[in-house]
């Protein structure tokens, strides 16, 4: 039987579809799932191969922008994981 005690260090933000933040890596554009203070998750419909270091622009719904590097630790299906270099302030 597997424990399901919380192993994460920071809580996370999910969003809903319609209010999702954006993430731009160079011309491509992909919907988040959720953000914590190091790390997100985005959807990868289109099939583009992520891997390694990632550098993008974290776009939200009220237009800010935060520039964000990391680094892919999963893929699985459509969804990609990145842990973040420096910590983003929600």
């Not at 990632?54 to 935060?66: K, Q």
């Amino acid at each position: 039987m597997k424990n399901n005690v919380e192993r994460r260090i920071h809580s996370r933000k999910e969003y809903k579809a319609k209010e999702r933040p954006r993430l731009k890596i160079g011309k491509m554009t992909f919907e988040v799932v959720d953000i914590s203070e190091r790390g997100l998750k985005f959807i990868n419909n289109k099939k583009i191969n992520v891997e390694g270091w990632v550098t993008g622009t974290l776009i939200f719904f009220d237009r800010r922008s935060i520039d964000i590097d990391g680094i892919v630790i999963r893929k699985r299906d459509n969804e990609v994981r990145l842990h973040l270099v420096g910590p983003i302030d929600l």
